[in-house]
């Protein structure tokens, strides 16, 4: 598990290059109002996903809050995971558009695209970009079988959408399920899945990978410890999937591996710029008070990895406080990943709904 020098010595300077731009990243914190403007925002969104609909899609999209669709939700494909609400494409064009804007506007930009990535990663899955995407025409239905692309992600509201009422903002299909709940002015997305197959695709002369920075500052993180630190954060048996994936709810895991309060300052700011690549794909309003959360707790959160050290290793991660669980783990080659975000304490909102 030990890094050859030369590859140690390129991934610390990528470890130095990344916490070096760290503070040109951060934007100033929102103000106070700032949350609750973003979910008049967003319920005025949903608002208009549902104006666009007959009232036999207005029924499919909408649950109780209190119901099974509240909990029902998968990494899998249509076609061996049923879900509920309307697909993506089943909407006419006008339909389609409004459900976008609603997830640009729940979404932080990085988390807007992030999703979008993922989706035109599935496209990927049936011949390539040509065939649909988050805002084309969508590739075609499967027929029995599995069915890919960007036209099996389905939207559903769990609990009408409301600016003081909790509800759910749910949106999902192939290797993503957000869960993002609102309750006035909070909201969380525990729990959400993100995922990538391919993990690495070519688009418009560009180069996508949609889960790119999950895995490379923590490669770049792992590099910048030293030898004890590394010691200490390797779990001593393999981890290969998710522990706290789909149908996992309520369970809990023994924090283990480096504890965060041994991190150099430097180090604990580019372990939390990794959590930010799932906290942060909320809207900037409700991220900021999420990462103020987890920093607060950082002196109870741990630092775990499975497998070796070298970057292009199939390898899983886990960050474990008090209110966080991420688990980054790859299904037996670089190219499938899959990562779970939850809140023990804030899956589905259940601490707004104590308050």
């Known amino acids: 598990m030990r890094v050859a020098a030369g590859a140690s010595l390129v991934v610390f300077a990528m470890f130095v290059a990344v916490v070096a731009t760290l503070p040109a990243q951060r934007a100033a914190a929102p103000s106070p109002s700032a949350s609750t403007d973003a979910t008049t925002r967003i319920v005025g969104a949903a608002q208009k996903v549902l104006s666009t609909l007959d009232d036999t899609r207005r029924a499919k999209v909408q649950f109780p809050f209190d119901g099974e669709q509240r909990t029902r939700w998968s990494n899998l494909p249509t076609g061996i995971f049923a879900r509920d609400g309307v697909r993506l494409g089943d909407l006419t064009p006008p339909q389609r558009t409004a459900v976008m804007s ?104 560009r180069t996508v990978r949609p889960l790119g920075q999950e895995n490379d500052r923590a490669f770049a993180l792992m590099a910048s410890l030293s030898p004890e630190q590394q010691k200490q954060a390797i779990f001593p048996y393999a981890v290969s999937d998710l522990v706290l994936g789909p149908g996992q709810d309520g369970r809990t895991i023994q924090p283990e591996g480096l504890r ?92 707004f709904a104590r308050k």
Not at 104 to 110: G, N, Q, V
Not at 144 to 152: I, T, Y
Not at 177 to 195: E, H
């Open 260 to 351: 965060v309060s041994a991190l150099s300052a430097a180090q604990q700011t580019a372990l939390m710029e990794i959590v930010r690549e799932w906290a942060g794909i909320a809207n900037d309003a409700y991220a900021a008070p999420r990462m103020a959360e987890i920093r607060a707790n950082l002196p109870q959160t741990y630092f775990g990895w499975s497998g070796p050290t070298s970057p292009g290793s199939v390898i899983y991660f886990r960050i474990q406080g008090p209110t966080l669980v991420i688990e980054y783990a790859p299904q037996r080659d670089i190219d499938h990943i899959h990562t779970i975000y939850r809140d023990p304490t804030n899956d589905y909102g259940a601490a």
């Open 102 to 205: 609603l997830l640009e506007t729940a979404f932080s930009a990085s988390g807007y695209r992030k999703v979008t990535e993922i989706m035109r990663g599935d496209d990927m899955l049936l011949g390539g970009a040509g065939r649909g995407g988050p805002r084309g025409g969508g590739a075609p239905r499967g027929g029995r079988g599995p069915a890919f692309g960007s036209d099996e992600y389905y939207l559903a509201f769990v609990g009408p959408p409301s600016v003081t009422t909790p509800w759910i903002l749910q949106f999902g299909g192939h290797h993503l399920a957000v869960n993002m709940t609102f309750a006035g002015a909070r909201a969380t997305l525990a729990p959400t899945l993100t995922g990538a197959q391919p993990a690495t695709y070519t688009i418009e002369g």
